[in-house]
Structures are given as structure tokens and as C-alpha cells.
């Protein structure tokens, strides 16, 4: 059973493997080293090259880990190419000893190290276990997907349930390193798993969207806080929870994608180089107000207004079309894009992205998504 319903209330909820979340300022320091499964394990951390370069993070894990480090890739760009994650795969087959995969940064790095240990398995049948520390919003750690880009500059990816990280810790003081900028726009990421999560089919709920409606609550008042104090210790771990919160309670029974916005989000982030953080501030808004004419979106978009301050009119259809508003308003007080006037996609591409986004290339769906990417532009 996969399946969750409304009307009947009727669900089923599995958890993932994760075993231990970790929060708040000096976490790394105080539990990375007890957080690896046995005393004799070796780790190999994949990271980012801003991180490994501009910040002494990555250095200061290395030194925590000591002898138990294995090595550092620091190479995995934005999306995640493939050839990256090949070289850094290689890296770590070599050494037989590591058991151990820790993953620092954003949805690139903690995806990459997904997609190594989904590699290892398949040629010796052994999962790696995975400790990751999140400098972003975008909870991939949340997740059993691990999303790539191909050569072709496509998205794809893999899926199992053994690719859920084992350990995450968010830690505040590794917060501070990430600019602001992709801190908020990665915080509309999660703003985008909370909201789609609340219409998808195989969400559960409870806790799946009980645990939305909190985040997308938490994520509207926080985010804001954040823009006026980026140092502020206190908002930034109450942001990192409401990432978690927005999708770490899905569990294992996840079916197909999370939803439109997403589905948008992968049409234009890596075959035109847009960061996905950005891609839900482009998308989230419009696509709340297109959900919000069917009936049983709306329905459920529409219990999140006392949880932003908005009272509900009893009218779904409405009350869904204004949380799109107040989504779209956010965006545009967090100073992010609202639009694609920065990005290099041409309107020629419309038809393309609308393809990808539904996987059709005709019909009424077809058509009502491509009148929403043409308001990109």
C-alpha cells in the first residue's frame, strides 16, 4: 500500500532508516565522530568546491575525523554531473576500508554521495553508511532519491530506500558559511516539498502533512527573520528543522514525483543552469494557484491559511489562490527571483520545458502548463 486518501481518511506511514537528526550550534564537534557505526570505520567526505576552498569547513571535519578519514572529494558541481560523481565513485571503490560516506553541502553533495553508495552496491552489494551535514535548505537529506545530471545536461536519478542518510546533523555554525542568497532560495525549495507534499497521493497524515503544515508555517515566518539577521543562530537551526519537517516524514512510501512545481523545477534547472532553489521561487506560486482548481488540491492547500495568519473564507478554491499569492509576495519580499528575465531560456523553450514538465506533448494538462511557463517569462 502506497496510496494515501482524504475522503475516506485512510493512510500508511513507514519511516525511513535514519537513525539520529542532530541540531543546533556545535553539533559537528560535539557528535560526528561518535556518529560513525563502528570504531574502526573509515569515512570519505564528498563536497563541494566553494566549501572545501572559502570556508574551513571541510578542514575542520577532516581534523575531527583524523585517522578515520579516508579522503575528500571536493569536486561535485552544481547538479551533480556525472562524470564528477564517476571520479569521485572511483575514488572510493578503491579503498575497501571505507564504510562510511559524509556528505557536506547542499542537494548536489548529499545526492552524490546517494549515488555512490546506490554504485558500490551494485557491484559488491554493500550500502555505505551515510552521515550528512547540510549547509542548505534543500533537504535532499530527507530523501532515497539521488538526482544526477547526465551528459546531455537531463536530470535523472536513482531510487532506494537504503540511500536515506543514516545520521544528519544540522549545525548552525556550518550555516553561517552559506550566502544568503542561496540559504533563502534553498528555504523556497523547502517551502515547495511542504506545500506539494500536502496534495501528493502517497503522502500520509500523520505525520507527513501535519509535519508540512508546520514547516510551510515555520519557513513564512523564519525566512523573513533570516533576510533582516543571517547570523541569528537560533532562526537558522528553526529553518533547518522546517526543511526536515517539509519532507523528512514522507518515510519510504513515495510514489512517482512530488509534484508540479518540481516536475517544473527539474524541466529548467540543469538543462538551462538554474539553481532549484531558485526554479521554486520561479514556479511554487503559479503552480499553488493552478492546483487551486482541483478540488481535492485546493482542499488541502487551503488548511494551511491559519497556519500563515490568513483565516479561512470556506471556499478552498479562493483560499488556495491567495496562499499562491502569499507565496509569490514572499518570494518578492526575500528578494529572489520571481521570473525567468535573469536566465537564459528562450521562449522558443517553452514548448520544450512544458514537455518535460508533464511528459506529454498535446492535451488539456499540456496546455495548462504551458500557459503558466509562458507567464515566466
Not at 81 to 93: F, H, I, Q, S, Y
Not at 96 to 115: L, N, Y
Not at 120 to 128: A, D, I, N, T, Y
Not at 245 to 263: C, D, E, M, Q, V
Amino acid at each position: 500500500m502506497t496510496e494515501a486518501t482524504t475522503h475516506p481518511l485512510s493512510g500508511l506511514w513507514q519511516p525511513t532508516q535514519l537513525q539520529k537528526l542532530y541540531y543546533g550550534s556545535e553539533t559537528v564537534a560535539k557528535y560526528l565522530v561518535d556518529a560513525l557505526p563502528t570504531k574502526q570505520s573509515k569515512a570519505f567526505i564528498i563536497t563541494g568546491n566553494s566549501l572545501a576552498t572559502k570556508t574551513p569547513l571541510v578542514k575542520q571535519v577532516e581534523d575531527l575525523l583524523s585517522d578515520r578519514h579516508a579522503g575528500t572529494f571536493s569536486k561535485i558541481g552544481e547538479h551533480a554531473p556525472v562524470a564528477d560523481l564517476d571520479a569521485a565513485t572511483e575514488l572510493v571503490r578503491k579503498d575497501e576500508k571505507i564504510d562510511t560516506v559524509i556528505s557536506i553541502g547542499g542537494g548536489s553533495p548529499i545526492d552524490s554521495a546517494k549515488a555512490i553508495s546506490y554504485r558500490l552496491h551494485e557491484k559488491s552489494g554493500k550500502w555505505l553508511y551515510h552521515i550528512t551535514i547540510p549547509t542548505t535548505l534543500s533537504a535532499s537529506e530527507c530523501t532515497m532519491m539521488a538526482g544526477f545530471t547526465e551528459a546531455s545536461g537531463l536530470k535523472t536519478g536513482v531510487r532506494a530506500v537504503e540511500l536515506v542518510p543514516h545520521v544528519v546533523l544540522y549545525d548552525s555554525l556550518f550555516a553561517l558559511h552559506t550566502p544568503p542568497r542561496l540559504w533563502l532560495s534553498t528555504g523556497m525549495r523547502a517551502m515547495d516539498h511542504a506545500i506539494e507534499l500536502l496534495y501528493h497521493p502517497t503522502a500520509s497524515e500523520m505525520p507527513a502533512r501535519w509535519q508540512s503544515l508546520q514547516a510551510a508555517g515555520s519557513l513564512f515566518e523564519n525566512l523573513p527573520k533570516y533576510k533582516q539577521d543571517p547570523k541569528d543562530e537560533d532562526t537558522i537551526t528553526k529553518l533547518q528543522l522546517a526543511a526536515f519537517a517539509s519532507l523528512g516524514f514522507l518515510g519510504t512510501n513515495l510514489k512517482g514525483g512530488l509534484g508540479l512545481s518540481h516536475a517544473l523545477g527539474y524541466a529548467l534547472g540543469s538543462p538551462y543552469g538554474i539553481p532549484h532553489g531558485i526554479t521554486s521561487c520561479i514556479t511554487l506560486g503559479h503552480v499553488v494557484k493552478l492546483q487551486a482548481a482541483n478540488p481535492a488540491a485546493a482542499e488541502q492547500v487551503a488548511r494551511l491559511a491559519p497556519f500563515i495568519g490568513e483565516k479561512k473564507s470556506g471556499d478552498n478554491q479562493k483560499d488556495a489562490e491567495r496562499i499562491g499569492e502569499r507565496v509569490l509576495k514572499l518570494v518578492e519580499e526575500l528578494g529572489l527571483d520571481k521570473d525567468l528575465k535573469n536566465y537564459k531560456v528562450g521562449e522558443d523553450q517553452i514548448p520544450v520545458i512544458t514537455g518535460r514538465a508533464t511528459g506529454q506533448k498535446e492535451g488539456e494538462m499540456f496546455d495548462k502548463v504551458e500557459g503558466l511557463v509562458k507567464g515566466l517569462f
